[in-house]
């Protein structure tokens, strides 16, 4: 059974940098794309940042273009979220994901890590 581990999430002032890691296990993870997802008090999830299985595409939501990055390394099965120029909307838990699916059935194999919390204050 596939499991994820976050770590790097704390409290920062508005304009500072965090660096957010999930550390994953149990299952092949250079096959699957990789994603950070966020859901602040009060919302629903959303998709933050993701990145192919071979690490060479990424996407960002429009919100954190430009200040966030995603990486991953495959031999260390890890994937990492710089966030930098933080904002106080940027409060929210963060989540880990990773996903595959198989073509040949159509079925998903996806995987969350427990959460991380990031509170940027003012």
């Known amino acids: 059974q596939g499991q994820l581990v976050e770590s790097g999430g704390g409290l920062v002032q508005s304009g500072g940098s965090l660096r957010l890691s999930c550390a994953a296990s149990?299952?092949?993870?250079?096959?699957?794309?990789m994603s950070w997802y966020r859901q602040a008090p009060g919302k629903e999830r959303e998709l933050v940042a993701g990145?192919?299985?071979?690490?060479?595409?990424?996407s960002y939501d429009d919100s954190v273009k430009g200040r966030f990055a995603i990486s991953r390394d495959n031999a260390k099965n890890t994937v990492t979220l710089q966030m930098n120029s933080l904002k106080p909307e940027a409060t929210a838990v963060y989540f880990c994901?990773?996903?595959?699916?198989?073509?040949?059935?159509?079925?998903?194999?996806?995987?969350w890590g427990q959460g991380t919390q990031v509170t940027v204050s003012a």
């Open positions: 990145i192919s299985a071979d690490g060479d595409t990424t």
């Open positions: 149990g299952f092949t993870f250079s096959t699957y794309i």
């Open positions: 994901n990773a996903l595959r699916v198989v073509i040949g059935t159509l079925s998903r194999v996806e995987y």
